[in-house]
């Protein structure tokens, strides 16, 4: 029997040409397609009055799974609509202990008896692929679709034919500042891609470059990081507790901040031993501006204050969970360190 586990892109097109089975498996890290696909069916199966009738969310969240109780939901005919549509969100079915298989024969039989009017689906952020008989049981009798994070590459390339969509082109440190700061999520990306094309039309702009995103979007965390160690170079400490203070009242968590200055560091740290762009980019695999704006602040630091930062970072962090001292603190003594150990 050939395996129905489908990629993304396939599962659209089996929603789209309603060659849908009775069960579907969605689960991965990325919400925002889980999200997608599960909005796709709703508006492939039902109408905006038929929802609240023949659309119904379930959640179990570590409580343990109640197969009964979805089989209530699912064995109620569709009221208004072509498909009654059951989403259970987090079961948690790959996570109970079932060591005879009790649970996989039961969840089988119950499969089996899935009305062609009822589409049940079950959206886990995560399974575990060792248990194979239940995973077999949702390939068997329907579709399985894992949404993972994508690639950086991928990510770019979709959010440049977005743009192109809408006749907007985007700069590539423009798109890659853009990544950077929603964290490489889909979810956030959509959000600030419906802003930039909106600010665009409005401004009749055709081209987003870097001030547009930067003008438009969430702080970038990476690029900030660069100056204060700029700053840093320089000795101003004013101007980088300027800077943190700055990131904080823009609601940048202070752990997020942390773990970015000690990657930097780290990063720093590569560059000043590698000395090559090229070598940076396929060792570290950052990006071709990430690698040329780290060979060119590299220089301003010694290997041995770099390597000093970087133990203050887990000497601070150390501090800060023995609860000596709070994250802001231990952040605001790493930079004030930092400037007069280069001074």
């Not at 500042?177 to 009749?204: H, P, Q, W």
């Not at 101007?239 to 823009?250: A, C, P, R, W």
Request: glycine content about 4%.
């Amino acid at each position: 029997m050939a395996s129905n586990t489908v990629t993304f892109n396939d599962l659209k097109k089996i929603i789209s040409g309603k060659t849908l089975k009775s069960l579907l498996l969605l689960y991965g890290e990325e919400d925002y397609y889980c999200e997608y696909a599960v909005n796709a069916v709703k508006k492939q199966y039902l109408t905006e009055d038929s929802v609240q009738m023949d659309f119904v969310k379930l959640s179990f969240e570590s409580k343990g799974i109640d197969l009964d109780r979805i089989e209530e939901n699912v064995m109620l005919p569709p009221w208004m609509s072509e498909k009654r549509i059951v989403v259970v969100r987090n079961s948690g079915i790959f996570d109970t202990a079932d060591p005879k298989k009790e649970l996989s024969e039961k969840f089988e039989n119950f499969v089996k008896g899935i009305p062609d009017s009822t589409i049940l689906i079950f959206w886990d952020d995560k399974i575990n692929k060792v248990k194979k008989h239940l995973l077999g049981v949702f390939e068997k009798y329907g579709y399985v679709c894992e949404c993972p994070k994508l690639k950086e590459y991928e990510i770019e390339e979709k959010l440049r034919n977005n743009f192109t969509k809408q006749n907007l082109t985007i700069d590539r440190d423009a798109s890659d500042s853009l990544i950077n700061r929603t964290d490489k999520s889909m979810r956030m990306i959509a959000s600030e891609v419906t802003k930039i094309v909106m600010y665009c039309r409005e401004k009749g702009i055709t081209n987003i470059d870097y001030n547009v995103i930067d003008t438009l979007c969430a702080p970038d965390v990476s690029g900030r990081i660069f100056d204060m160690l700029d700053a840093i170079s320089a000795g101003d400490c004013g101007k980088v507790l300027l800077m943190l203070d700055n990131l904080i009242t823009q609601k940048e968590p202070v752990i997020r901040i942390k773990y970015s200055f000690a990657n930097h560091l780290r990063q720093l740290i590569c560059a000043k031993e590698l000395r090559s762009e090229s070598e940076l980019i396929k060792r570290l695999g950052v990006k071709p501006y990430t690698a040329k704006k780290l060979t060119r602040q590299a220089p301003k630091f010694e290997i041995d204050k770099l390597l000093y930062l970087f133990s203050t970072c887990a000497k601070t962090e150390y501090e800060g969970r023995l609860g000596k001292l709070d994250d802001r603190q231990s952040l605001e003594i790493l930079l004030v360190l930092a400037c007069k150990s280069l001074t």
